[in-house]
């Protein structure tokens, strides 16, 4: 069992930038691909970006590419997410997800293929 807690989110300004944390307890965490996916108000939970178990691969959604980067660090057992040139329209609950399949190959970008859920964070982006 991986527990995932997510830190960083706030109320910003549209141009600013935030840096989001996440957290992760046990020792298995260095061979999951993690993600982060956010869920905004009345919308489905949507992929944002993954990393591989390496930090070798990643992925993005097409509508942050370019201003949000996602990277890791295992000793520290802790992912991030660095989100700049905000927008209002990235308001949501952002969370963090871990793939439990261990070291495999692919980025994944979907919602069921993630069983470990952190409890997420409310970043707020404001006109």
């Known amino acids: 069992q991986v527990q995932l807690v997510e830190s960083g989110g706030g109320l910003v300004q549209a141009g600013g930038s935030l840096r989001l944390s996440c957290a992760a307890s046990?020792?298995?965490?260095?061979?999951?691909?993690m993600g982060w996916f956010r869920q905004g108000p009345g919308k489905e939970r949507e992929f944002v970006a993954a990393i591989s178990w390496s930090g070798g691969s990643t992925n993005y959604a097409a509508s942050v590419k370019g201003r949000f980067t996602i990277s890791r660090d295992n000793a520290k057992n802790t992912v991030y997410l660095q989100m700049n040139s905000l927008k209002p329209e990235d308001t949501a609950v952002y969370y963090c997800a871990a793939d439990r399949r261990p070291y495999i190959g692919v980025v994944t970008t979907t919602v069921k293929a993630y069983d470990y859920w952190g409890q997420g964070t409310q970043v707020t982006v404001s006109s």
């Open positions: 046990g020792r298995t965490f260095s061979s999951y691909t």
